[in-house]
């Protein structure tokens, strides 16, 4: 296919239009007239770029709100936070130690915070690591246990019917009702630490991952029985992909659970772990260390919900993300 490419024809210039004029014209020839140059049209990037000089600059007044929307509100709850604890450490008589003063203890503690003096004087780092570490066995044991379980339990509406009456009566429980059983069963304080938190985050994820299992949509399980497919095949690739975004929902939920067991767990069983300290600070009357610890503990926990979040939204699809 060839295409022709008309141009517009150079506007003559003077000399050669006099010249044009004093020739004459063969006798009998049509006279002929040159068209009149066609008007340029703008190139479309000529266009965009004159329409981009034209709109007015972006004002910064949508990003400066969107930060503002961003920071105001977090700050004004701390501040808020800040005026109540001034407020009742002030109508305490300074029982409870205002903010500054616990600012300044959390500084001189968190300058050493690795400190070891014996047994019972360490530092709020090694506490934390310790509570940190029965907090992984409990709750690796109870993954290992819970995930599977839910699994069974949702394909099979046998096993369903049995165990929910089950779980509905333990699930309830207080975590410290365990604590005895732990004690009783180990003989120690560490494994009946790791119990309770064991007991206490296994049902969030055979739950959610029952319900997981459960709604996994009847035609995925017509075409896996048309394919004959095996049980390990249909748990691997068909109910394991639909059921991940329910189970990362599930061990995010254990794990805030097993990090608020083992606060209660250590105050009882004694050791080495932020919850023990907590108690030990109090035997002291030490309140700024204990005001201290709270913080610790609400921090280290949000930074396990946060970093548990992010996991179950990369593998969340949009309707579970809603």
Known sequence: MVSAVFHAPAEPSSASASASAATPQPHGAAA??????LAKTPSPTAASAAAAKARPP????AALRRFWLAVLPPA?????LLVVWAVVSSTTGGSIPNPADTWKQAVELFSHPFYRNGPNDQGVGWNVLASLERVAVGFGLAAVVGI???FVIGRFTFLSRMFNPLISLLRP????????????VFKGANPAAIWTIFICSIWPMVINTAVGVQRVPQDYMNVARVLNLSEWKIATTILFPSVLPYMLTGVRLAVGTAWLVIVAAEMLTGGVGIGFWVWDEWNNLNVKNILIAIFVIGIV????????????TA????????
């Open 173 to 184: 429980v207080s975590p410290l009702a365990w604590l005895p059983i732990g004690l009783l």
């Open 76 to 80: 004004c709850g701390i501040g808020l």
């Open 32 to 37: 002929t007239t040159m068209p009149p140059p």
């Open 315 to 322: 593998f969340s699809f949009e309707e579970v993300k809603a």
């Open 148 to 150: 599977p379980a839910g």
């Open 58 to 61: 972006r004002e910064p007044s």
């Open 301 to 312: 926990g949000l930074l396990l919900e946060y970093a548990l979040v992010k996991l179950a």
